[in-house]
DNA sequence: TTGTATGCGTTATCAT
DNA sequence: ATGATAACGCATACAA
């Protein structure tokens, strides 16, 4: 089969034989090299002999000498951030696959600014996706400076730095707080969740419901049914709460229930997310859901479009946003 | 501060010039060769230098030298492999980078065996964790003869051709049935989900429930409220339904109510995964849960020591088994 | 139109 | 105890 040494992966130079031209003739046959010319026959026998070979390029001999590899690193850890993502994950993944990246997710939280980009550089990416909040100047310079040709902040306002994708968390907070006010509440809170990496959203969202209404109260709770029992019993809840997601919905739900309380006539809910769960709550619960003004394929495209060098990488730009949407349910 | 050309990361010749030594002795000092004899004063020197200008090794360079990439392939889509593995991926995630591998995910469905093999070889992996049913013997050892030294199979049973994380779906179904029949249920069911990706799981968790009740019906159901309601409406539903998972289990549940039965007089309803959603719903959800006998960084470590030639990599061993664990809650 | 030659940064062999 | 040096596989400037 392999007409080569040992048993190893066929390489270039091995196609090359094959096909009887040179290694640097399969490169340019390979790579589409526009600045090379080779005939078409000579074309059909290089990509013939690879075919049959099975030549897969080495990433990493690709990686060094053109100073890049095809990593899209997302330095973020999944717990961090959200059902959401969790979602938008898989089919980023797929876009920028089939787009000839590798999408990395590398959840290491410690390291920020430069030294974080030191080990960020190690893999040479082609683009970064990363908190913007974990960003800074020098940081980003040295990326730029190492070759990494998009770095993309996530955040929720644009990023002085670089080209964002923006997750408006304030504006999803005031719109759950503005149904909750035109379905009749009159004094609000919002759960602030105690889990650290979601803390940080929930005082955003929090922020956008005091937009609304400024004396809203705000409600610390890890994910406990204890301790969740314990806030509705003190009893001092408001007439609305936003949940801040939907599973922080069903636990203090299920906990006013509990208590006795009737959901939504004496306490009414909002969760956001809007997982499959809110259907099959009864009463069905009302979310704010997260829309994108881009999907998947067309932030990979955008990205692919930087890394290629067709678009500049601008900051202040927004590359998507995501915008709340509310669904309204609890009335059905 | 970067005393060398244009504003690229540091390379070991860079470190070697500023520690005043040759470029091989910073390698002999990073990689701590044991082959080599330096000095403690030189050493000191050497890490002294790397540090201060943020020397990190460039990843391409290393692999291709070695041969070998620090990357472990996990070729799963994340959806396909349900809650339990989404929870385990950061964990193990966190533990393969801290022992100094890339923990990445390629969601690419559509290979298998040799072809399969060959788009995963572009990156060297040092290991790939893969669902057994895709690896051939000829696969097996194309990527053993091109420096993967761990291929580890994922399989509801051990695997002849790798040694394999067992997922136990049968003993899954059959703890739920047994459960089931011990609380009063005559007939069972099982859920099996329509959606691609996770029939297979159902149906080896509906033959485990069939070891215990062999007439055993199958459901199958994709994920809607429209279809559970129909199937409900139908009537024909034995008093106890094994739900496939929590999240099945809820659909089932609310389909039910909607229709004026009672759970879990009526029907009696197991889930499985037990997500925090189960300690929610009233009556509170049964569940089955599956408890692995090695946590994720003794399978890392299990990887680690067979990547490092320490352990064999031995076709019919069990690196790894989830067992289900029966979470009784419904009675409460 | 194709081939030759070079270097990317690292590891590891072999001299010294 | 340390330094020169040769690959690893590929892309590309330049020669033919």
Chains 1, 2 share one sequence.
């Not at 399969?26 to 013939?48: G, I, K, M």
């Not at 719109?175 to 609000?188: D, K, M």
Request: proline letters at 6%.
């Amino acid at each position: 089969m392999n007409t080569t040494r040992g048993d190893r992966p066929p390489t270039s130079v091995d196609v090359a034989r094959a096909a009887g031209v040179s290694q640097a003739t399969v490169s340019y046959v390979l790579t589409d090299n526009p600045h090379a010319r080779v005939s078409e026959e000579t074309r059909r026998r290089v990509r013939d002999a690879a075919a049959r070979l099975g030549y897969v390029p080495d990433a990493a001999a690709r990686t060094l000498r053109t100073g890049r590899s095809g990593i899209v690193l997302m330095p973020l850890s999944r717990a961090r951030v959200g059902r959401l993502a969790q979602q938008v994950f898989d089919e980023l993944e797929e876009e920028f696959r089939t787009r000839g990246y590798t999408l990395v997710q590398y959840g290491e939280r410690t390291l920020k600014g430069v030294a974080a980009a030191r080990s960020w550089l190690a893999l040479r990416p082609s683009a970064v996706l990363v908190e913007a909040a974990r960003l800074t100047r020098p940081a980003v310079d040295l990326l730029h400076a190492s070759g990494v040709r998009a770095v993309i902040g996530l955040s929720d306002q644009p990023s002085p730095l670089v080209p964002a994708v923006v997750f408006d968390h304030r504006a999803l907070g005031a719109a759950a707080a503005r149904h909750l006010v035109e379905r009749g509440s009159r004094r609000l809170a919002a759960v602030v969740p105690r889990e650290e990496g979601l803390d940080a959203m929930g005082r955003a969202r929090l922020a956008g419901v005091r937009e609304v209404v400024p004396g809203a109260a705000r409600i610390d709770l890890a994910f406990s049914e204890e301790e969740a029992g314990r806030i509705v019993r003190a009893g001092d809840l408001p007439d609305g709460v936003f949940a801040y997601n939907d599973e922080y919905a069903m636990l203090l739900i299920s906990a006013l229930k509990d208590a006795g309380l009737r959901v939504p006539e004496d306490v009414a809910v909002v969760g956001a997310d809007d997982l499959p769960i809110c259907t099959l709550m009864r009463p069905r619960l009302t979310s704010v859901h997260f829309d994108a003004t881009a999907s998947p394929a067309d932030l990979a495209g955008e990205i692919d479009g930087i890394v290629r060098g067709e678009r500049p990488s601008v900051g202040g730009e927004v590359v998507a946003r995501f915008e709340p949407r509310l669904v309204i349910r609890a009335s059905a």
